[in-house]
């Protein structure tokens, strides 16, 4: 093996094993600055061994156990923390009694389930900003650098560094535990981290800004994160809601672009190039999620997600059903978001007239003021009644909103159709 293919190889045992190695040195330490340090360390050793020695079988427990020295290396340096020196003593003997590093690997099976989830619920903490979630996140879990994660969301690499660093400080300062919460906290807390991995999955999904509409790495990665907490927490319904909806919002993802970048909607996809088999994905977290008597907001999006799965053309959509489906998830997650979708939905099913009507209903409403799909939804329900110089107004209006320049040359060419037929 070359040395370019034996350093694919060990970057890709990384990603696989960083997040489980970062826990468990958690809950070791307690302290997520110093776990992502020892883990790095641990890396640099791999780096320097593994091309001439090859990878262990046990990859993951090898690096466990060089982490764990290094950590004792740390504690002997500082006297004050004797007594952490004597835990991991204790853990290194008990280690060499069951077999090296093939003990540890059967006792890091036993660990690391418990330990990955205490990891996400910490990195989802709602005392952090929605952004900082993300960017803990994608790093302590996702396993990706500070410069992916800052391309990923076109931001600064400085900034995407700093916003990092303080949620580790505000955690530690907190004294935010590395623990799984139960009762009512476990379930607000698991709302935040279903928020963090769909913010990941939306701006992979229909980027905000930049060059490119869909981000596919961010859809992957959010996408891998949902199916490893499902594996986590598999009686929480919303967690297999989430799973569901990303299964099959991603299955589009061949249809949603030209070969030329550009956008394509969901009515003039080509259905043939959806992905069957993350349907199926899809369907099956649906139907888990369900009979764990799901109802929550990711379940019925999910159930909006499949009704569009199930049409093979887009006049077999039922829309009236979408619709419905709209108006419960607007009672149980009231929203003036999911009041545009259910107009949209209302338009499909009972005509522009009815669907306006509601767009209009909405006017005054001032969280859609400064949001571009207003513009646009109230734009393409105009132009389907011939009002073609509003149309072309509103077009033009979304489009100056929008910081996405692929999205912006979409809804330029809907302006111009509409002043072409005016």
């Given at each position: 093996?070359?040395?370019?293919?034996?350093?694919?190889?060990?970057?890709?045992?990384?990603?696989?094993?960083?997040?489980?190695?970062?826990?468990?040195?958690?809950?070791?330490?307690?302290?997520?600055?110093?776990?992502?340090?020892?883990?790095?360390?641990?890396?640099?050793?791999?780096?320097?061994?593994?091309?001439?020695?090859?990878?262990?079988?046990?990859?993951?427990?090898?690096?466990?156990?060089?982490?764990?020295?290094?950590?004792?290396?740390?504690?002997?340096?500082?006297?004050?923390?004797?007594?952490?020196?004597?835990?991991?003593?204790h853990d290194m003997e008990t280690e060499d009694e069951h077999g090296g590093e093939e003990g540890l690997a059967e006792?890091?099976?036993?660990?690391?389930?418990?330990?990955?989830?205490?990891?996400?619920?910490?990195?989802?903490?709602?005392?952090?900003?929605?952004?900082?979630?993300?960017?803990?996140?994608?790093?302590?879990?996702?396993?990706?650098?500070?410069?992916?994660?800052?391309?990923?969301?076109?931001?600064?690499?400085?900034?995407?560094?700093?916003?990092?660093?303080?949620?580790?400080?505000?955690?530690?300062?907190?004294?935010?535990?590395?623990?799984?919460?139960?009762?009512?906290e476990r379930a607000a807390r698991l709302a935040s981290v279903l928020e963090v991995l769909y913010l990941i999955f939306n701006e992979g999904y229909s980027a905000t800004a930049g060059e490119d509409w869909l981000r596919q790495d961010l859809c992957d990665e959010a996408l891998r994160l949902g199916r490893i907490l499902a594996g986590l927490a598999p009686e929480e319904a919303e967690v297999h809601g989430l799973v569901a909806l990303m299964e099959i919002q991603a299955s589009r993802a061949r249809a949603r672009v030209s070969p030329k970048g550009e956008p394509i909607l969901l009515l003039g996809q080509d259905r043939s190039r959806w992905d069957q088999m993350l349907i199926r994905r899809g369907?099956?977290?649906?139907?888990?999620?369900?009979?764990?008597?799901?109802?929550?907001p990711y379940v019925l999006q999910a159930a909006i997600a499949a009704c569009h799965a199930e049409a093979r053309?887009?006049?077999?959509?039922?829309?009236?059903?979408?619709?419905?489906?709209?108006?419960?998830?607007?009672?149980?997650?009231?929203?003036?978001?999911?009041?545009?979708?259910?107009?949209?939905?209302?338009?499909?099913?009972?005509?522009?007239?009815?669907?306006?009507?509601l767009v209009e209903g909405l006017l005054d409403v001032q969280a859609l003021r400064d949001y571009h799909l207003f513009y646009s939804v109230r734009a393409d329900f105009l132009f389907k009644l011939g009002r073609m110089d509003e149309a072309r107004t509103e077009f033009l209006r979304a489009a100056g909103m929008t910081r996405n320049a692929r999205e912006k040359a979409l809804l330029e060419k809907r302006a111009a159709e509409a002043l072409k037929g005016a």
């Open positions: 093996m070359s040395q370019a293919d034996t350093n694919r190889a060990i970057e890709a045992v990384w990603r696989i094993e960083a997040p489980k190695l970062i826990a468990g040195l958690t809950r070791i330490v307690r302290d997520i600055s110093l776990a992502e340090e020892l883990a790095q360390d641990a890396l640099l050793v791999a780096l320097r061994n593994w091309p001439e020695g090859g990878i262990p079988r046990n990859a993951g427990a090898w690096l466990m156990a060089t982490a764990k020295r290094r950590a004792i290396d740390y504690f002997r340096r500082n006297k004050v923390l004797a007594r952490k020196l004597e835990e991991l003593g006792r890091l099976d036993d660990d690391v389930g418990d330990d990955l989830l205490r990891l996400i619920f910490t990195s989802c903490h709602p005392i952090l900003s929605p952004e900082a979630r993300a960017a803990l996140t994608l790093r302590l879990l996702g396993g990706l650098t500070t410069e992916e994660i800052a391309r990923a969301f076109l931001a600064n690499e400085a900034t995407i560094a700093q916003r990092i660093v303080r949620a580790k400080k505000t955690i530690a300062e907190s004294g935010v535990p590395f623990e799984v919460p139960r009762g009512e369907f099956v977290a649906l139907d888990r999620a369900r009979a764990l008597g799901g109802g929550g053309t887009p006049g077999a959509t039922n829309w009236e059903r979408i619709a419905a489906l709209y108006t419960v998830l607007g009672e149980v997650t009231p929203s003036p978001v999911i009041e545009l979708n259910r107009a949209v939905a209302y338009g499909f099913a009972f005509g522009p007239e009815q669907g306006l009507a």
